[in-house]
């Protein structure tokens, strides 16, 4: 089992739409919490489109952005039941292969202290109601100074708060694999902060049910918070054995990426990012112009389907086969290119004069003489760029 959230930071950019679809796939997550998505109610739909496989649970009812978006792989999960709330989803899910019913609370917290305070509430309430229980998300609060790297100390009440609602549901923090911090705001050394922010929760059911859990916190990507994978491997599944090796020691580089606050390392980040946004939008634009598919509005990942629109409209511009004036077929391409020249040759080498006798009998519409002189003069600059730039952007012209 694989269920993972993700603070995406904004959902309407179609980058993060095809970063998202890249992520469930090569992740083989069976359930998403996506938050802070950003996304107006009626481009919903349209962006759902896009994850055809996946059932999309939203809390627009509680929240007119629809904070929290939780996509559910419905040939792998079955829903049971849900609570909406403004802060979280609660879900009790069946997973189909093992056939096991667990719950689990995706969370985005308020920016807002006393606000979040209605969530501690919300989830004390389900402490008693639940058996296996796991919650994860962006929880919008540090438990201690060790969590934050950075200016800007976390709030005495809102560490207590947390803290005791924490004890009352009986949940444990479940230790990550890899990197300690969650979020970053991705600013100079000198007001660059690091925080652990996303977290992933359990109560002792849980760990009793899905004794071999564990949390990877992955790379972030195009947002400014890691996402958060929990695995849950077949019990009967031999666990791969990790071995340190003393050669690794001998890299130049080894030890010289522990500081998040090296300037030189953050500015080498930021320039990574930009020079990966700028290569996924001209792949986005690439693939859209070559397919000629304009009906879709939203972003879709660089698939097989798209390829092959590709690969069709090329074979569209290829005559492999024709019939000459003779009759007779002509194949490859050679001889068809050959059987065109020999026909606008027969068609258009010929001087012959003008036969002008039957215009005064044809009937319909005729271009006055006047104007004659007008489809005759010169064309300027100026028009040809007006006719350039009349076509659409994802046209190009010849």
Request: charge should be neutral; aromatic fraction near 10%.
């Amino acid at each position: 089992m694989r269920v993972s959230s993700w603070n995406i930071r904004g959902f309407n950019d179609p980058i993060k739409q095809q970063e998202v679809r890249g992520y469930l796939r090569d992740n083989k997550v069976e359930v998403l919490g996506l938050l802070e998505t950003r996304v107006k109610i009626y481009n919903f739909a349209a962006i759902c489109s896009l994850f055809p496989s996946y059932l999309v649970i939203n809390n627009y009812s509680h929240h007119y952005n629809g904070r929290i978006w939780v996509f559910l792989d419905i040939r792998r999960v079955t829903l049971v039941s849900s609570y909406v709330h403004d802060q979280l989803i609660h879900l009790e899910l069946q997973h189909n292969a093992s056939n096991k019913t667990f719950h689990i609370s995706f969370v985005y917290g308020s920016n807002d202290a006393e606000h979040r305070e209605r969530l501690w509430v919300e989830l004390t309430g389900f402490a008693s109601k639940v058996t296996n229980w796991i919650l994860m998300g962006d929880w919008n609060i540090v438990r201690s100074m060790e969590e934050r790297i950075g200016p800007n100390p976390p709030s005495v009440r809102d560490m207590l708060a947390f803290n005791q609602c924490i004890l009352n549901c009986q949940l444990d923090d479940l230790h990550s694999l890899s990197c300690e911090y969650t979020w970053t705001n991705k600013q100079d050394a000198a007001t660059r902060v690091w925080s652990r922010l996303d977290r992933v929760l359990s109560n002792p059911l849980w760990l009793i049910h899905f004794p071999t859990t564990q949390v990877h916190v992955l790379p972030a990507g195009v947002s400014d918070h890691f996402p958060l994978l929990v695995t849950v491997a077949d019990i009967n599944t031999p666990r791969k054995r990790f071995s340190y090796l003393n050669c690794w020691e001998a890299h130049e580089e080894y030890g010289t990426r522990g500081n998040p606050l090296d300037q030189a390392l953050i500015v080498k980040e930021r320039e990574l990012l930009q020079a990966y946004l700028v290569l996924k939008q001209a792949e986005h634009s690439s693939l859209l112009q070559r397919a000629k598919f304009q009906s879709i509005k939203f972003n879709d990942a660089p698939t097989s389907y798209y390829f092959s629109r590709i690969a069709s409209r090329k074979h569209q511009g290829i005559i492999g086969k024709l019939k000459d004036m003779q009759g007779m077929y002509r194949d490859g391409i050679s001889a068809v290119n050959q059987a065109f020249v020999e026909y606008y040759q027969w068609l258009l080498g010929k001087h012959s004069p003008v036969d002008t006798s039957l215009m005064d009998s044809l009937d319909g519409p005729r271009f006055p003489v006047s104007g004659s002189e007008e489809i005759c003069k010169d064309i300027d600059d100026k028009e040809i760029k007006n006719a350039l730039f009349s076509i659409a952007p994802n046209k190009s012209p010849g």
